[in-house]
């Protein structure tokens, strides 16, 4: 007989009816956005890219917002997502901790961008706007967008990072198949790729320049707004649904996490899955947190706490948050999607106050993690999964030594199936 616990499914009835906005419990309050010339950013500036639905969701102090019937709808094609206990990874470790996974790979997109992206979408259409202008590092998030396009009726334009495109060149497929129009970036089109291309024409772009090509984009036209997929509030509010969900499903099986893991790009999936936690932290709960990010792009283990743009253009308001500054290139390692500068200024407060702690992973062991995982659980983790699945298997194997097994709790943010050429170039060392 498998166990009860092997795959913990909730009926759509408990789909979350609210996302939950922790500002108002986090430890520390928020420092406010700047404007370049160091003064708090007023709601208003952010109208030329955002509807004011959203402005306020990413400011408010508000804890709940109903979850609007057009999105709870699009949400109930694949959510709730299972929560998975991955026995044949504990077992092929050969360790007693539990180790359970948030599987986010099931939604149209594949990752759990699709979240935010149908909220999004939403939000916008009901603004009255027409189009959508959006940056994409490794494809995930502009696949999320173009879905979302669909779903709502809008004209979506994809900046997609050079190195990505030419890496992952299904993904611009994909994209063009639900309608977008993908550039390669730094393009021709814009102010901010044009002077890129001009500096360096061999540029391999980063995500902070696409950034500031869609934001120009999108502040340029009045029938555009611009759509981020991660760092800000208001995305972290929207992937809160992973939380609520976890905690649902871990009660359901009669478990408390010891352990909640997930990889950290820009914040959104780890911020989604940690927020509804931080409560009952507060109140005592041990329960420790942990984002993994890639060594190679070290933000919250190596940036400095400061006030930064989040795009290289400067064009962005000022975020409080952990940096390694606007104009750091990451190295084009595979996963795309953890090649950012920044971090989201809620993860950056949580760990600045202690309540999260960070780790670097990387090397050999992410993908030796990543083929173990598929060969005992049967899905290919997305590169930037892996991360926290490599986090999840060093600290399963550290308390079988310290023989205090544990559970832990980590987010497979996406499959893998559009990476495959990561996993192509460590093939022979598996
Ligand atoms: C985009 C992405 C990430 C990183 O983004 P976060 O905002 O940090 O969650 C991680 N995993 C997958 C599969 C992604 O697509």
Redesign the pocket.
């Given at each position: 007989m498998p166990s009860e616990d092997t795959l913990i499914t909730l009926p759509k009835t408990e789909i979350p009816r609210s996302w939950y906005n922790v500002l108002p419990d986090l430890p520390e309050p928020l420092e406010p956005y700047l404007t370049p010339s160091g003064e708090a950013v007023k709601p208003e500036q952010l109208a030329a890219i955002f509807p004011a639905s959203l402005i306020e969701q990413e400011l408010s102090p508000r804890r709940l917002f109903d979850i609007p019937v057009p999105v709870a709808e699009a949400l109930a094609r694949y959510r709730p997502t299972p929560l998975q206990r991955a026995a044949g990874l504990e077992k092929a470790l050969g360790v007693r901790s539990r180790i359970y996974f948030k599987n986010?790979?099931v939604s149209p997109?594949?990752?759990?961008?699709s979240n935010t992206a149908l909220a999004q979408a939403h939000f916008n259409r009901e603004a009255g706007i027409r189009r959508l202008a959006t940056e994409t590092?490794?494809g995930?998030?502009g696949t999320?967008l173009s879905i979302a396009g669909c779903a709502f009726g809008l004209e979506i334009r994809v900046y997609m990072v050079r190195v990505s495109l030419e890496q992952k060149p299904y993904r611009k497929t994909v994209m063009n198949l639900m309608g977008a129009e993908v550039l390669s970036s730094p393009s021709d089109l814009t102010a901010a790729g044009r002077r890129a291309k001009a500096e360096n024409p061999r540029t391999l772009g980063s995500l902070g320049l696409a950034i500031s090509e869609a934001v120009e984009d999108a502040a340029s036209r009045s029938d555009t707004n611009y759509s981020l997929?991660?760092?800000l509030n208001h995305?972290i509010l929207h992937?809160t649904v992973i939380g609520q969900e976890i905690k649902k499903q871990l009660s359901l099986a009669g478990v408390s996490p010891d352990y909640l893991i997930?990889?950290?790009?820009?914040?959104?999936?780890?911020?989604?899955m940690a927020a509804p936690f931080v409560p009952e932290i507060k109140d005592g709960a041990r329960i420790a947190l942990i984002a993994a990010e890639p060594e190679s792009c070290p933000t919250l283990t190596r940036g400095r706490f400061a006030h930064d743009h989040g795009d290289v253009a400067g064009l962005t308001p000022l975020l409080p948050m952990y940096t390694l500054g606007k104009d750091f290139q990451p190295p084009a390692i595979h996963?795309?999607?953890?090649r950012?500068h920044g971090a989201?200024p809620i993860v950056s407060s949580l760990v600045k106050s202690g309540m999260v702690k960070p780790l670097a992973v990387g090397g050999a062991d992410l993908f030796r993690y990543a083929a173990l995982f598929a060969r005992t659980e049967f899905i290919i983790p997305?590169p930037?999964?892996a991360?926290?699945l490599a986090a999840a298997c060093l600290k399963a194997l550290e308390l079988e030594q310290a023989g205090t097994p544990g559970t832990i709790v980590f987010v497979l943010?996406?499959?893998g199936l559009l990476d495959l050429s990561a996993f192509e170039s460590f093939i022979d060392t598996y």
């Open positions: 986010e790979s997109s594949g990752s759990h961008k590092g490794a995930q998030w999320a997929g991660s760092v995305v992937q997930a990889c950290h790009g820009g914040g959104s999936n780890f911020g989604g996963a795309g999607g953890l950012y989201s997305a930037e999964s991360h926290a943010s996406g499959h």
